[in-house]
């Protein structure tokens, strides 16, 4: 059933059947597993695993939703689990990429999930590309999505945004969930969610969840090393880090770029996969591989060097507007504004 299968896009029966289900919440006979279930959630997003330990029926899927978006909400409030946002988020986004891979009806799936989402899709019976109508498009993408789903970047025909394959509907979609999951652990209420944890099973439940977090806290890397350094980084670096701290995906040149200059500004291989991490689409392994290439150790064995000012401005990465060492000492190169930092630290210090 869709409502099973994709409980983070909610549609009016969710909403009933939810109500159904929750009052047996308390009932350990109904849902025995929940609560075990809603920690191996949570362990999973700790370690940035896809897959749970044991597979369940679909309405404790359906159930724990809720009840681990409400959790973290309670959780994240505390400054230490703030990472729970993009985790969580991270997570059923890719929950959402699994399920529509083995739904045996992708396209029916997603229509239905426009519908939910109170948007338009259509298709051309001629034309084996799918259409959104530029409204829905705005609103799919209005917090902000992928550099490629930019309007610019898109056909636009007859008020629609035209050529659309599943592929750039699975990364539309998955991106506006991931952001509205975000959005979600950020925004509800303390009263919305104490309201609903009142009862000793979900006060014990979340008891256990914290006490999960507390013990595994140094599963969470913090990208301490890199921190160090970040002062004396160029505004355009540290752009790029902070953006994917704040979860967003990168371009390919901006990624290349962060990646050339966290190497050259001294981070280790491992520091500068673990910088990525928060990203949306972190894979650790490709990663790894990535940079493994750009620092010279596969491939053709050549280390790729940090751009200068100009190439960086072209490629719409520089933001030299923003600093004020940038403008005032005709910066050419990043890796000057470092040493120039750098240098003066040492100088201060010295000076102490
Ligand atoms: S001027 Fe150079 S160092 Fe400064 S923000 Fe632009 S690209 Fe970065």
Redesign the pocket.
């Known amino acids: 059933m869709f409502e099973f299968r994709y409980p983070y896009f909610p549609t009016a029966k969710t909403r009933s059947i939810l109500a159904e289900l929750t009052r047996d919440l308390g009932s350990p006979v109904e849902f025995p597993l929940l609560p075990d279930h809603v920690l191996e959630i949570f362990r999973a997003v700790l370690d940035r695993r896809e897959d749970l330990e044991f597979n369940l029926a679909e309405p404790y899927l359906f159930l724990s939703y809720p009840i681990v978006v409400l959790l973290s909400s309670l959780c994240a409030r505390d400054r230490e689990f703030e990472f729970l946002r993009y985790y969580v988020a991270n997570f059923y986004a890719k929950q959402f990429k699994r399920a529509i891979r083995v739904d045996p009806n992708p396209m029916e799936a997603i229509t239905q999930i426009f519908h939910a989402l109170g948007l338009q899709i259509f298709q051309d019976p001629l034309d084996p590309y799918l259409s959104i109508p530029l409204l829905s498009y705005v609103r799919l993408v209005a917090a902000g999505g992928d550099e490629q789903a930019r309007l610019v970047y898109q056909r636009l025909r007859g008020g629609a945004i035209r050529d659309l394959e599943m592929k750039d509907l699975q990364d539309l979609l998955r991106e506006h969930l991931r952001r509205q999951i975000i959005t979600k652990i950020a925004t509800n209420t303390q009263q919305e969610s104490r309201g609903i944890f009142t009862n000793p099973p979900e006060l014990e439940l979340t008891a256990r969840v914290r006490d999960l977090l507390l013990a595994n806290k140094h599963l969470v890397k913090t990208r301490e090393t890199v921190h160090l350094t970040r002062e004396m980084w ?3 670096a540290s752009n790029l880090y902070g953006r994917i701290g704040a979860g967003q995906n990168l371009t390919h040149h901006e990624r290349v770029f962060l990646a050339v200059f966290l190497l050259a500004t001294g981070a280790t291989l491992e520091e500068a996969v673990e910088a990525f991490s928060p990203a949306p689409d972190f894979d650790e392994r490709l990663t790894r591989y990535h940079l493994e290439h750009l620092s010279g150790l596969r491939g053709k064995k050549q280390v790729y060097h940090v751009h200068a ?1 100009p190439t ?2 072209s490629l719409g ?4 507007a923003s ?1 004020p060492v ?1 403008r005032k000492f005709m ?1 050419k190169h ?1 890796l000057n ?1 470092y040493k120039f930092k750098k240098k003066r630290k040492m100088t201060g210090l010295a000076k102490k």
């Open positions: 160029p505004p355009c000012c960086l401005r990465i520089c933001r030299k600093d940038c910066i990043p504004y």
